[in-house]
């Protein structure tokens, strides 16, 4: 069993900074890849950032690149996602995944069907 637990969501202006955490619990060791996720209303979920389980390999969105970094603690189980210079866009449910499948320390993935293990999500929300 494995859970996962996000925090830091919260209301911001545009232009401001917001720090996700995701907390792992349970059997963390089967936990591998990690990724952030977020979905809009009236919008289909969509791909964030993701980073390896070595921490090394990250990958993000275009409409995030140089605006937000994921990394991770390993010793702690936890996956953050620093996000500057927010927009009204960036407004949805964070939501943070974890792969069950182990392919190699480097490996990540952009694909929600990739993962296994699924938070409950934060709301994030920007004001213009």
């Known amino acids: 069993q494995v859970q996962l637990v996000e925090s830091g969501g919260g209301l911001v202006q545009a232009g401001g900074s917001l720090r996700l955490s995701c907390a792992v619990s349970?059997?963390?060791?089967?936990?591998?890849?990690m990724g952030w996720f977020r979905q809009a209303p009236a919008k289909e979920r969509e791909f964030v950032a993701t980073?390896?389980?070595?921490?090394?390999?990250?990958d993000y969105a275009d409409s995030v690149k140089g605006r937000f970094t994921i990394s991770r603690d390993n010793a702690k189980n936890t996956v953050y996602l620093q996000m500057n210079s927010l927009k009204s866009e960036d407004t949805a449910v964070y939501y943070c995944?974890?792969?069950?499948?182990?392919?190699?320390?480097?490996?990540?993935?952009?694909?929600?069907?990739?993962?296994?293990?699924w938070g409950q999500g934060t709301q994030v929300t920007v004001s213009s």
């Open positions: 995944a974890g792969d069950g499948t182990y392919i190699s320390n480097v490996y990540y993935s952009r694909r929600a069907p990739t993962y296994d293990y």
């Open positions: 349970g059997r963390t060791f089967t936990v591998h890849a």
């Open positions: 980073i390896s389980r070595s921490g090394g390999s990250t």
